[in-house]
């Protein structure tokens, strides 16, 4: 820290002020749900991120962020959210509350909150996420040579409206908030970033940086394809500390994957230490 930010701190009071303030969110699918919760509470504290760097689900809210105005940021991440988690084929009987419980994996009456977890994940895979992805029909496995058909099991069309409903584009190209999305180049496997500093940036960019395999499609953008980035790396620390011209930086990560654990005892344990 400098003699002049540290006198600046002492005599406020004060976190002390740095040049960039950045918040690097991971992927981790519907993890990512607990970005938005740390960002609400930054911004509770009256932190202001002015570059956010993010991977796949960590790019959406990344996107969101940037893509609103300062005092819909969290009510926006909060809109997303609900409109993509809602359950799907209950919500319109009059007992649909119940059975909403039970998806979400609250207790039922008869099962645990675990069995009910699976049940709703096992929802989501058979018939997608509104807002989101939607199942191939038919799958891929029965088509060839027809592109993303062939290559996905999900068809992730849904998610360019949401986003647009949800990001205000031309706003996150202002510059205002500087955001980036990492995502990985099919033919050479070489990492990439879409960064509002260097490119113009549209849904699809945002899409290219969650397009996980063998589940989404790759996004082409410029004739060249993309996957998720945490094909290659899973957290975009490295944007924001590799960047030129390094300012003094204060950076927030959020691990939604901790890096030790328990010796995994059953194949679900295995599943999840290896994230």
């Not at 691990?255 to 194949?267: H, Q, V, Y």
Request: hydrophobic share 40%; proline share 8%.
């Amino acid at each position: 820290m400098t003699a002049r930010r540290k006198a600046l701190a002492e005599d406020t009071g004060d976190t002390p002020p740095y040049d960039t303030v950045a918040l690097v969110l991971q992927g981790g699918g519907a993890l990512g749900s607990y970005q938005a919760g740390v960002y609400q509470g930054l911004h509770e504290a009256g932190i202001r991120p002015n570059w956010i760097s993010g991977i796949s689900i960590g790019s959406i809210n990344a996107a969101i962020i940037a893509g609103s105005p300062e005092d819909e940021r969290v009510d926006r991440l909060r809109g997303f959210w609900e409109s993509i988690c809602r359950p799907t084929g209950f919500a319109s009987l009059p007992w649909g509350d119940a059975f909403t419980r039970m998806f979400e994996g609250q207790p039922f009456g008869f099962g645990s909150p675990a069995m009910n977890g699976q049940v709703s994940a096992m929802q989501a895979l058979l018939t997608g996420q509104p807002g989101f992805f939607k199942p191939r029909f038919p799958p891929p496995y029965l088509v060839r040579g027809r592109g993303a058909a062939s290559t996905s099991f999900y068809d992730t069309t849904p998610l360019a409206d949401t986003l647009r409903q949800f990001v205000d584009f031309k706003l996150l190209n202002s510059g205002a908030v500087r955001a980036s999305f990492g995502a990985v180049n099919v033919r050479s496997g070489n990492f990439a970033y879409f960064d509002t500093l260097h490119h113009t940036l549209g849904p699809e960019h945002v899409m290219a940086s969650g397009a996980l395999p063998p589940g989404f499609p790759s996004v082409e953008i410029g004739g060249e394809h993309y996957w998720d980035g945490g094909v290659v790396s899973n957290t975009p620390l490295a944007q924001v500390l590799t960047t030129e011209n390094m300012r003094d930086t204060l950076a927030f990560q959020v691990d939604l994957w901790p890096a030790r654990g328990e010796l995994p005892t059953s194949l679900e344990e295995v599943a999840e230490r290896q994230k």
